[in-house]
């Protein structure tokens, strides 16, 4: 009995643990990383004075994973759900106006859109575009729905550089990884 809801709640908290030091690494890691992308975001969105900071960091937080390759494809997913979810919005929007039954309509749209293109990865954030860009509309629909996309396009793009450039540091000061032998 409750064997689904142990299981549930030891892979939320990631039991068993790798050993406390190497997860404390780990986390000081990923503060790094997410502090550097947070200082590059902040001053090239104040320098260039464009709108979106916010999501701009929230997609580098979001997408900076423990490894390169899932980095990468959160990546990917987080920016096509965004685009999603945004032009249903805009669509949905432009046909029916805004109001709360226009976002009850873009949501099954968005969910079926997103199982079509298998993003399941990106699901929930495609259905959060869409409540962005129709319930909290910041000036026209159109462009709150471009300015966010582009925020997380960007957020997301430094999140995966900066893990990149993170690698080759690794690389730089510990040497290349070593590779199985063949046999």
């Known amino acids: 009995m409750f064997e ?17 030091r190497e997860s404390v690494i780990l986390g000081a890691i990923y503060a790094a990383q997410a502090m550097i992308c947070a200082a590059l975001l902040t001053f090239g969105y104040r320098y260039a004075h464009a709108p979106g900071l916010g999501w701009a960091i929230i997609s580098a937080i979001i997408v900076l994973q423990p490894g390169i390759q899932a980095s990468v494809a959160q990546s990917i997913s987080r920016i096509l759900a965004n685009v999603v979810g945004a032009i249903v919005a805009v669509v949905v929007q432009h ?16 969910v079926f859109i997103c199982e079509f293109l298998r993003l399941d990865m990106g699901l929930r954030a495609a259905c959060v575009s869409a409540v962005i860009v129709m319930i909290f509309p910041e000036g026209s629909v159109f462009a709150t729905g471009v300015d966010r996309s582009i925020a ?3 957020g997301s793009a430094l999140a995966v550089i900066v893990q990149l450039a993170a690698a080759r540091l690794k690389e730089w000061i510990f040497g290349p990884a070593p590779t199985a032998s063949p046999q």
């Open 4 to 20: 689904l809801e142990r299981q549930a709640l030891r892979q939320v908290f990631k039991l068993p643990r790798e050993t406390m």
């Open 152 to 154: 997380v396009m960007i």
């Open 95 to 110: 046909w029916f106006g805004e109001g709360a039954w226009q976002l009850l309509i873009a949501i099954p749209i968005i």
